[in-house]
């Protein structure tokens, strides 16, 4: 039997406010814990929760920017749940009339195709606190509210997905453009952005979805594709033996590669949504609307288009160049500077990126700066130095922070000698220190030549023109 996949993805995306949703407690994360709290985001008695406007403005850039609907009268509603990470017994979310719905994202499905996943609806609500558990067997459990109150923007995709590897895309090009709006940074290990999977079976040919189970706990782009797969061929599994696919929640064991039952449906809450009395309905005008419209960035798909259009890059290399905004707004300083798109990218593919991932930093933080990168091609294009001494060059730069790639050349004395007669001379003193080898080749032994070259640059420190040098050692052994 050949069988469909199907899959629906829910995201949190959390906030990047300086400030929480419902108060004015710090967002940071990694701060001493209960530190940033007050009596609304603990949940004290009397307390009530102001709205914070940016929040509000930033669950309408998402909107805009994945094509949805902008609701202009939108409401609060308290999801009641009982866990001792939530200090209200609630948590404020949307339910009945969200902030954005009747959307979509375009991804790539391979093969030059493109999928067009819809998205059912986003809105905004508050994060939880964290349960923290001691590895220490002192049978204590912590709890930590600089969570609570944390804005979030939950995105709910509809069931459009078809394979583990169409999710992944479509968690990528939502990370991307959230990250493009400055909304989230999109840290998946420290939870800023994080996903939950429906995933159900379906002969391929039948239209009813089969009974879906939802998987959590996969914190990065590689457990979300193995925990698919996983539960896909397990659903298989139990179908083929003549089973049935229960609905449940699963979670991700990642050391196993396993997805185990959390929870079943007859364990699923019944939140008792109803809108919160204590927040007035939301509403956003036309006004504001056009405002955050205008202010939106161009998002990585168009400009991906523009790099390739613009510049001449391949689709690749566009797509790594603006896999992030900074890396995109980087590359443009540098054709700025130099001009020549096609090695700038080049550059920055293999020599710049390959530094930042040894050192496991952003292009944020690199210290070789656009104007000191399209310097230094400009010296390889006018024959000042050669691009073996430009990575060398470049290595310095970087390692020392420098950003003067013409002053190093000089200091260094590894200006590219292109001067016939020094190149002769030079090639003379290799040919008088080693005749053996001169003779050898004279002789017909080719595969000696590679050797005088390599001592000719080793005399001069690698500057040599290389086309020249074998020009007139063969010239000079050959005459
Ligand atoms: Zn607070």
């Known amino acids: 039997m050949d069988y469909e996949v199907v899959i629906g993805l829910e995201v949190h995306a959390q906030m990047r406010t300086a400030t929480k949703i419902f108060c004015s407690c710090s967002t940071s994360f990694g701060d001493e814990p209960n530190r940033n709290t007050c009596p609304v985001c603990t949940g004290q008695p009397g307390a009530l929760p102001v709205l914070n406007r940016r929040v509000v403005e930033f669950a309408i850039r998402a909107g805009l920017a994945t094509g949805c609907r902008i609701n202009s009268g939108n409401v609060f509603a308290r999801k009641n749940y009982f866990y001792p990470d939530l200090p209200k017994g609630y948590q404020i979310s949307q339910y009945e009339l969200p902030v954005c719905e009747h959307g979509h994202l375009d991804i790539d499905a391979g093969e030059g195709e493109?999928?067009?996943?819809?998205?059912?609806?986003?809105?905004?609500?508050?994060?939880?606190?964290?349960?923290?558990?001691?590895?220490?067997?002192?049978?204590?459990?912590?709890?930590?509210?600089?969570?609570?109150?944390?804005?979030?923007?939950?995105?709910?995709?509809?069931?459009?997905?078809?394979?583990?590897?169409?999710?992944?895309?479509?968690?990528?090009?939502?990370?991307?453009?959230?990250?493009?709006?400055?909304?989230c940074d999109g840290n998946m290990e420290e939870g800023s952005f994080r996903c939950d999977a429906n995933v159900s079976i379906?002969?391929?040919?039948?239209?009813?979805?089969?009974?879906?189970?939802?998987?959590?706990?996969?914190?990065?782009?590689?457990?979300?594709?193995?925990?698919?797969?996983f539960e896909v061929e397990r659903q298989i599994d139990v179908v083929e033996s003549g089973g049935a696919v229960v609905q449940e929640t699963r979670l991700w064991d990642v050391d196993k590669g396993i997805t185990v039952t959390m929870r079943g449906k007859e364990e699923a809450h019944d939140y008792r949504y109803f809108p919160d009395p204590d927040?007035?309905?939301?509403?956003?005008?036309?006004?504001?609307?056009?405002?955050?419209?205008?202010?939106?960035?161009?998002?990585?798909?168009?400009?991906?288009?523009?790099?390739?259009?613009?510049?001449?890059?391949?689709?690749?290399?566009?797509?790594?160049?603006?896999?992030?905004?900074?890396?995109?707004?980087?590359?443009?300083?540098?054709?700025?500077?130099?001009?020549?798109?096609?090695?700038?990218?080049?550059?920055?593919?293999?020599?710049?990126?390959?530094?930042?991932?040894?050192?496991?930093?952003?292009?944020?933080?690199?210290?070789?700066?656009?104007?000191?990168?399209?310097?230094?091609?400009?010296?390889?294009?006018?024959?000042?130095?050669?691009?073996?001494?430009?990575?060398?060059?470049?290595a310095a730069m970087y390692r020392e922070r420098r950003n003067d790639p013409g002053a190093m050349v000089e200091a260094r004395g590894l200006r590219q000698l292109a001067d016939g007669g020094e190149l002769e001379g030079i090639v003379d003193t290799v040919l008088a220190e080693h005749p053996a080898e001169a003779d050898s080749y004279r002789g017909g032994n080719r595969k000696v030549f590679g050797f005088l070259v390599g001592q000719v640059m080793r005399r001069t420190k690698g500057t040599a023109n290389p086309g020249m040098a074998n020009d007139i050692l063969r010239a000079r052994l050959e005459g």
């Open 114 to 183: 493109t999928r067009r996943v819809g998205i059912t609806r986003i809105h905004m609500e508050e994060d939880a606190g964290k349960l923290v558990h001691p590895d220490d067997r002192s049978g204590v459990s912590y709890v930590d509210y600089n969570r609570a109150c944390v804005p979030l923007l939950e995105i709910v995709s509809e069931p459009d997905m078809r394979s583990a590897a169409e999710a992944v895309a479509y968690l990528k090009a939502l990370r991307d453009i959230v990250m493009y709006l400055g909304i």
């Open 202 to 229: 379906r002969p391929r040919g039948q239209e009813a979805f089969g009974t879906r189970t939802e998987l959590k706990n996969m914190n990065s782009f590689r457990n979300v594709q193995r925990a698919v797969e």
């Open 279 to 394: 927040l007035l309905p939301v509403v956003i005008d036309d006004a504001w609307i056009d405002a955050v419209r205008r202010s939106l960035p161009e998002l990585p798909r168009a400009r991906c288009g523009r790099f390739m259009a613009t510049y001449g890059l391949a689709a690749d290399a566009a797509g790594i160049l603006t896999g992030s905004r900074a890396l995109a707004d980087y590359y443009e300083a540098a054709v700025e500077r130099f001009s020549r798109p096609v090695p700038v990218a080049n550059w920055m593919i293999s020599e710049l990126l390959r530094h930042l991932n040894d050192d496991n930093i952003g292009i944020e933080d690199c210290p070789v700066t656009p104007d000191g990168l399209g310097s230094l091609l400009k010296l390889v294009d006018d024959g000042t130095i050669s691009g073996k001494i430009a990575k060398k060059i470049f």
